[in-house]
């Protein structure tokens, strides 16, 4: 076995991989990594192990971030939810202990903290971080079926009520639906009192979509955009990344039967999952909102190998002040903090 470092968005070998590689995501893909790297500059690599002949065995990504905020270091991989290391199928323990002492090397021979959105346990120098919880639910060919382990008081009430007072839910393929979104995510976020997303990144989904990646869910009720969510899928999952509305349809139900039709689509495509994303513990509402469909609930730690802990914009003091600013200002303060804090933030 040998060590590799290779260029990901150039090197054919790392898409290659991930195609045969069961538990590669979406954030492993090539396209992904691109738009992140593109949107908010950040040099893209990715550590393998491969064979005598080159192929690649396993492999992570890395963004390697300098911030004047945040520090200098390599994260696998900013704005994604979790991104542990992809495995070729069949490889065995001795793959995995290599990449594991591999990324160890890397810290040692870059100077460089290094974050990687997944649990690695067993390994020197690290921390180890139960930061988040996940939510995944099983899909099957009948979706019915899947739709009937919802709960029936939450979620199949409200799909109902959706349907009655009129809601549709229509995909979206195209950088006009990112467009619908992109408001309700802008009402959203300054509701939810947290940065906005850039506009370009957002837009930047289109690139995704293009590759048959994903697409943009929108519920409207009387042609008007009410509710809206971005799922990228890739392999056999189904990922949920964002959702976004307009609170004063929320009694309308709008984001319950869109789920409903994620479930129906992904159903209908074969997958295996629907994985919710990430969850702050704190969010009791969204987590309970999760649980409902179904989906079985697991914590997702990070893990740090660095000589401290996380170091990271948007907690504390700092979060405060944030909160307080997108509170006070004008509309546009969440969009001119996100963008200037994003890239810092990953």
């Not at 690649?56 to 939810?81: E, H, K, Q, W």
């Not at 996940?134 to 899947?146: E, F, M």
């Not at 300054?190 to 697409?215: A, H, M, N, T, W």
């Not at 609170?247 to 789920?259: G, I, K, Q």
């Amino acid at each position: 076995m040998k060590i590799a470092r290779l260029d990901p968005l150039r090197d054919s070998r790392w898409q290659t991989f991930l195609d045969g590689a069961g538990d590669a995501s979406v954030f492993h893909h090539s396209a992904w990594l691109a738009l992140v790297g593109r949107r908010y500059r950040y040099p893209m690599s990715a550590l393998c192990v491969t064979d005598d002949g080159g192929e690649i065995l396993a492999g992570i990504p890395l963004a390697r971030v300098a911030s004047r905020l945040t520090g200098r270091r390599l994260v696998a991989v900013p704005f994604s939810d979790i991104c542990a290391p992809a495995y070729a199928t069949g490889a065995g323990e001795a793959v995995s202990a290599a990449l594991t002492q591999a990324l160890v090397d890397e810290r040692s021979r870059t100077g460089l903290a290094i974050e990687v959105r997944a649990r690695l346990d067993g390994v020197a120098g690290t921390h180890v971080v139960d930061g988040f919880l996940t939510h995944r639910l099983p899909l099957a060919p009948d979706a019915d079926a899947v739709l009937a382990r919802a709960s029936k008081s939450q979620v199949r009430r409200g799909i109902a009520k959706a349907r009655r007072e009129g809601v549709v839910v229509e995909p979206s393929f195209d950088r006009n639906g990112l467009r619908e979104f992109y408001e309700l995510h802008v009402q959203t976020r300054r509701r939810q009192l947290v940065p906005v997303q850039s506009k370009g990144f957002i837009l930047g989904f289109e690139s995704l979509f293009s590759r048959g990646l994903g697409y943009v869910l929108i519920s409207r009720h009387e042609g008007r955009a009410i509710a809206a969510a971005v799922f990228l899928n890739y392999g056999a999952t189904l990922t949920y990344k964002y959702g976004a509305s307009d609170e004063n349809f929320l009694h309308l139900r709008p984001n319950h039967l869109l789920f409903a039709e994620a479930i129906r689509r992904g159903c209908a495509a074969g997958l295996n999952e629907l994985d919710f994303g990430r969850t702050d513990p704190d969010n009791e509402g969204l987590a309970k909102f999760k649980r409902s469909w179904g989906a079985d609930e697991q914590p997702l730690a990070y893990t740090y190998l660095s000589d401290e802990g996380p170091n990271g914009v948007g907690h504390g003091l700092a979060g405060k002040v944030i909160t307080e600013a997108i509170r006070r200002g004008p509309r546009q303060t969440g969009r001119v903090i996100g963008t200037a804090l994003y890239r810092h933030v990953g």
